[in-house]
C-alpha cells in the first residue's frame, strides 16, 4: 500500500503562484509513475500533470501547459506541482497519484494510489 499526502494548497489571487508538493511512502515510489488532478465542485477529476518514474518524460493538459510544471525526487520520495499564473478555473481539489504504467497517466481510473487532495481556491 502506498500512502500519498498532499500539502500546499490555498487561497491565491489570479496570476498568482503555488506549489503544490506530494510525500509518497509505503511502497518503492520510483517503481511508479506520478499525476495531478483537479477536480472542480460537481466535476469529474479531470488530468493537470504528470511525470515519469524517473522524471525525464513529463506530460500536461492543455490547460496547464506553459503555466504549470510538474517534478519529483525520488531522494525525498516527493512530486511537486509548480502553478503559476493560475486562473480561477484552475480552482478546485487537487490529488496526487501514483500507477505503476505510465502509459495511461492521463487516465484517473488507472491509477492505483490517490492521495486526499487539497484546497486550491482562485480568485479573480
Known amino acids: 500500500q502506498m500512502h500519498l499526502v498532499e500539502s500546499g494548497g490555498g487561497l491565491v489571487q489570479a496570476g498568482g503562484s503555488l506549489r503544490l508538493s506530494c510525500a509518497a511512502s509505503g511502497r518503492t515510489f520510483s517503481d511508479f509513475a506520478m499525476g495531478w488532478f483537479r477536480q472542480a465542485p460537481g466535476k469529474d477529476r479531470m488530468f493537470v500533470a504528470g511525470v515519469s518514474w524517473n522524471g525525464d518524460s513529463t506530460y500536461y493538459a492543455n490547460s496547464a501547459e506553459g503555466r504549470f510544471s510538474v517534478s519529483r525526487d525520488n531522494a525525498k520520495n516527493t512530486v511537486s506541482l509548480q502553478m503559476n499564473n493560475l486562473k480561477p478555473e484552475d480552482t478546485g481539489v487537487y490529488y496526487c497519484?501514483?500507477?505503476?504504467?505510465?502509459?495511461?497517466?492521463?487516465?484517473?481510473?488507472?491509477?492505483?494510489?490517490w492521495g486526499q487532495g487539497t484546497q486550491v481556491t482562485v480568485s479573480s
Open positions: 497519484g501514483a500507477l505503476q504504467n505510465q502509459r495511461w497517466v492521463r487516465y484517473g481510473q488507472k491509477y492505483d494510489y
